[in-house]
């Protein structure tokens, strides 16, 4: 691919020189137009994408209870905000998991006892060290396995599950008064900042797009608060429903689940002329720009390498000598007459070299 030869500007060259320079040449029946300084920079090169507020695979939690029983109360519903501690459900434990925690306990008891008669015993010389190891052992085992229950049921019959963090819930899956066997989930939460935004990036850019690179989330929903992120995934396959390869996008701030955005990817920086987009026009020859040359109007052909909202970057053969017109350029043919008015002092986002 052919690569034209960048040449910034040359020191001491301003708009207010090429003004002069083409004032000289006015005459009557020429086009008006406005004329910029072109200038060598770089701009971010952005990919553009839109997805949604989705909760990350690794910021939700489905809460259960170790032990089957009944679901007496639900306090929330889906989509409401909680915070830690706060109270989610009441829980029941069934029959039969209190009477585990029961038999547990006596047996417990009793194996206290023995272990105290095996002691006595032992002092009197009537038992045996080993019978002593034996007893010590039963005693240690039911304290075990009275100690797991006591952790799975909270030694009550009655439980309340409360929200571990502060979050989102996502799903309520019992309803109130239902039998559930022990394990079932019953209620799932999202963190509150554990929203990232999953856009679709077109198959043809997926390897542009990677890990670490910077993003600004815009909201679509009217809201003028962009949000800074960056990828922290992007899929190896397509999206069934959209066709698209899905990326996901972190942010630091909290985001409303089911929010439309617009996400502004950096994917890389473009290198070279730095001129307004409405500068470059296109037609059947391709992409051009007009320089002014003693007060007439000067084609050249040139290559887009990027633009953002105000600027394009292009590659081309521009004479650093000449002004680029950047309003009025749709009224001019190659060779036409111009008189010229300098653009708004606004310069050209971009960086210097």
Known sequence: MRKFLLVCLLP????????????????????????????????ADTLVAYGSAVPALNAGMALSVPTEGRVMRIAVTPGEAVRAGQALLDFHLS??????????????KLARGEQTRIARLLAEQLATRD????ADKAAADAQAALDALERETG????????????GIVNAVAATQGERVVAGAPLITLTR??????????EPAQRDRVHPGQS???????????????????????????????????AVED???????????????????????????LDDDGGAYVFQVANGNAVRVS????????????????????????????????????????????????????
């Open 131 to 134: 019978q002593q190891a034996q």
């Open 215 to 249: 993003v600004q989330v815009e909201s679509l929903d009217g809201g003028t608060v962009a949000h800074s992120g960056k990828v922290v995934r992007i899929d190896h396959a397509l999206n069934p429903k959209t066709r698209l390869v899905d990326a996901d996008v």
């Open 192 to 201: 509150s900042l554990g929203m990232v935004v999953t856009v679709g990036i």
């Open 12 to 43: 001491g060259l301003s708009a207010l020189h090429f003004v002069r320079a083409a004032e000289d040449a006015q005459t009557t029946g020429t086009v008006l137009v406005q004329i910029q300084v072109p200038q060598c920079g770089e701009i």
């Open 95 to 108: 029959a039969a998991a209190t009477s585990a925690h029961e038999q547990a306990a006596s047996a417990l």
């Open 155 to 166: 030694g009550q019959s009655q439980q309340t599950l409360t929200a571990p963090f502060d």
């Open 254 to 280: 909290e985001l409303l689940q089911g929010e439309a955005f617009r996400a502004k990817i950096e994917v890389g920086q473009s290198r070279g002329w730095l001129v307004p987009r409405d500068a470059v």
């Open 302 to 353: 040139v290559k887009r390498i990027g633009s953002n909202e105000e600027t394009a970057v292009i590659d081309g053969p521009l004479d650093p000598q000449r002004a680029v017109v950047v309003r009025g350029n749709y009224q001019l043919d190659d060779g036409m007459a111009v008189r010229v008015q300098a653009a708004p002092a606004s310069g050209i986002p971009g960086k210097e070299p």
